[in-house]
Structures are given as structure tokens and as C-alpha cells.
């Protein structure tokens, strides 16, 4: 088990603080460290999160730093880049935001970082490749959020629509952090039976799966309309991430990771089921999914690819 627990963040926006007081509420971290461009915002939050350890559950040293704090740390989570603004789709960052990772890796990885990356800025999956290029690390230690947040309101979605708990609820997202994601239906359950025989049961209209899965990749344009940015929830999943790191504890999560093969695509970074532990990625699960599914999965991949090639490459080189 890691011993202190020390998480740098580099992006002081909504999504890094929502995550930051995230951990400062939960407990499971010993040491915080704020990086951003904005060193005044970053002393700002330092002092108000801090005005909040007398109710904490565990004591936590908290502070504004630089780009040296990374020399110890066990992860470096990245939440740092441009935000999606109304009516843009996520790849639409890409260039912008990968420069922004690219420089961000370098200070990273020149101030002798050895640890995990956890990668939340969007577009996900484009910029965790970025990262993992950049840095050079093993693929295994960097780290996308990939579908984590899209498969809590999947299962948030799910839980709503059978009236049960949504920690019942086993279903997975996989594919881009975006428009393109596709739901394994036959691998989801509810407790230990398959949502498809649950529908069949109770004479619920299998179209309404479909309904659902809309719901989900709709929810961020949603609530990018209604209050320009989406945090709280991504605030949550990165915490769930860092302390499954952290506490070693072999937890499957949907991340966006490096594919190998391992669904017949290598080469991007994309958002599987994965076990998560102190090294990071330690396996990625492969499950069996139908020529419909994996036909999907292929069109978000070669969308990455696509990305990759035109956009991504000629940055990083």
C-alpha cells in the first residue's frame, strides 16, 4: 500500500476543484498539491479548502505549487485545457487542448514524475494518447477518465427508469467519451440478472434501453446549456479513480486506456473496462460483444485513429 498519498492537480477549473473537494470531503489523500496558469486562483482555493479540514474526516496537507511537487507524487491528474462550450462536440478541442497537454507533460515529466496520470481534460481520449506520447511512460501508467462519468449516468439512468438502487446496476460504456459510445446491453445486469430478461419480464419496450443510452451521451450538451460546464460528476468519477490507484485496490472501472489488441484495435487510447490498482492499469477486460457492438466499437476507434493522424501527430512530434 502506498504510504503518503500525495496527488498533484494540474487545472484549477470547475472539474479539478469539484474533484478537490471531492477528496477533501472522502478523505483517502494526504497530501494535495494546485497547480494552474492562474497562481493567484490557486492560493485562493489552497485557502478556502483548507478553511474546511476542521470538518474533514482525515487530516490533509493542502497547497498552491509548482510543476517540483511532482518529483514525489503518486499521481498527476490533468483536468487543465480549454472548456467545451455550447454546441461543440468534444473532438472540436482536440488541437487546442492537446498543445495544452503537451506542454503540461513536459513540466510533468522534467521535474522527475515516476508515478500514475490521470487524464480528464476533453477531448479524453485523444488527450490521454497526447499524454502517454509526451511523457513516454508505460501505457499502463497513463490514464484517461474515459467513460467512467458516462457509465454513473448510465447506471444513474438504468436505476431511475427500474426503481432500484443504481449500486445494483452493472453496466458499462464503452467506446469515446462522446457522441460515438455504445452499451454492451447483453453484458449489463441488474444485481446478478440481465437487463434484457428484466425488459422481456416486465413488458418494458426494449426501445426504451435505446432511450437511456441517448440520455447519456445528451446529458453533457444538456447541462452544458443549462449551466455552461459539467463538474460535479467528473469531480466524483476522478476521485473514485485516484483512490482506486491509490488504495490498491483491483477495482474495474471504465477508463480510457491504451488498446493493445485486446478488442481487435491497438494504436489509441479508448474507453474499456479495466482493472485499477497501484501500477495502474493492471488488465483490461475483454468481453465478448456481437458483430453490432463491435462494429460500433470499431467506428469509435477508427474516430480516434482518424484524430490521431490528422490532428494529434503533428503536434506531439
Known amino acids: 500500500m502506498v504510504t503518503n498519498k500525495k496527488v498533484v492537480l494540474v487545472g484549477a477549473g470547475f472539474v479539478g476543484m469539484s474533484m478537490a473537494y471531492s477528496l477533501l470531503n472522502q478523505g483517502g489523500v494526504d497530501e494535495l498539491v494546485l497547480i494552474d496558469v492562474n497562481k493567484e486562483k490557486t492560493?485562493?482555493?489552497e485557502m478556502d479548502l483548507s478553511h474546511g479540514l476542521p470538518y474533514a474526516p482525515q487530516k490533509m496537507k493542502i497547497k498552491a505549487g509548482d510543476y517540483d511537487e511532482c518529483k514525489d507524487a503518486n499521481i498527476v491528474v490533468i483536468t487543465a485545457g480549454l472548456a467545451q462550450k455550447p454546441g461543440q462536440s468534444r473532438l472540436d478541442l482536440a488541437v487546442a487542448n492537446a498543445k495544452i497537454m503537451k506542454e503540461i507533460t513536459?513540466?510533468?515529466?522534467?521535474?522527475?514524475?515516476?508515478?500514475?496520470?490521470?487524464?480528464?481534460?476533453?477531448?479524453?481520449?485523444?488527450?490521454?494518447?497526447?499524454?502517454?506520447?509526451?511523457?513516454?511512460?508505460?501505457?499502463?501508467?497513463v490514464i484517461g477518465s474515459g467513460t467512467v462519468l458516462d457509465t454513473a449516468r448510465l447506471r444513474y439512468l438504468i436505476a431511475d427508469y427500474l426503481e432500484?438502487?443504481?449500486?445494483?446496476?452493472?453496466?458499462?460504456?464503452?467506446?469515446?467519451?462522446?457522441?460515438?459510445?455504445l452499451v454492451p446491453w447483453e453484458h449489463c445486469y441488474v444485481g446478478c440478472k440481465k437487463i434484457i430478461d428484466i425488459m422481456k419480464d416486465n413488458n418494458h419496450?426494449?426501445?426504451?434501453?435505446?432511450?437511456?443510452?441517448?440520455?447519456?451521451?445528451?446529458?453533457?450538451?444538456?447541462?452544458?446549456?443549462?449551466k455552461k460546464a459539467t463538474y460535479y460528476g467528473i469531480g466524483m468519477a476522478l476521485n473514485r479513480?485516484?483512490?482506486?490507484?491509490?488504495?490498491?485496490?483491483?477495482?474495474?472501472?471504465?477508463?480510457?486506456?491504451y488498446q493493445n489488441n485486446e478488442?481487435?484495435?491497438?494504436?489509441?487510447?479508448?474507453?474499456?473496462?479495466a482493472i485499477i490498482?497501484?501500477?495502474?492499469?493492471?488488465?483490461?477486460l475483454q468481453l465478448k460483444l456481437n458483430k453490432q457492438d463491435q462494429d460500433k466499437f470499431n467506428h469509435s476507434c477508427e474516430i480516434m485513429k482518424e484524430n490521431i493522424e490528422k490532428e494529434i501527430k503533428p503536434i506531439i512530434k
Do not use: C
Open 277 to 284: 490498482n497501484r501500477n495502474g492499469v493492471k488488465e483490461i
Open 241 to 257: 479513480l485516484v483512490k482506486a490507484i491509490l488504495n490498491d485496490e483491483n477495482s474495474i472501472l471504465t477508463v480510457s486506456t
Open 263 to 273: 478488442y481487435g484495435q491497438e494504436g489509441m487510447y479508448i474507453g474499456v473496462p
Open 106 to 141: 513536459e513540466n510533468v515529466m522534467k521535474n522527475g514524475f515516476k508515478g500514475i496520470f490521470v487524464v480528464a481534460s476533453n477531448p479524453v481520449d485523444l488527450m490521454t494518447y497526447v499524454v502517454a506520447e509526451v511523457s513516454g511512460m508505460p501505457k499502463s501508467r
Open 205 to 226: 419496450p426494449m426501445e426504451d434501453l435505446k432511450k437511456i443510452h441517448d440520455g447519456v451521451w445528451q446529458a453533457a450538451y444538456e447541462i452544458i446549456e443549462k
Open 164 to 181: 432500484v438502487s443504481s449500486k445494483n446496476v452493472h453496466a458499462y460504456i464503452l467506446g469515446e467519451h462522446g457522441d460515438s459510445s
Open 43 to 45: 492560493i485562493g482555493e
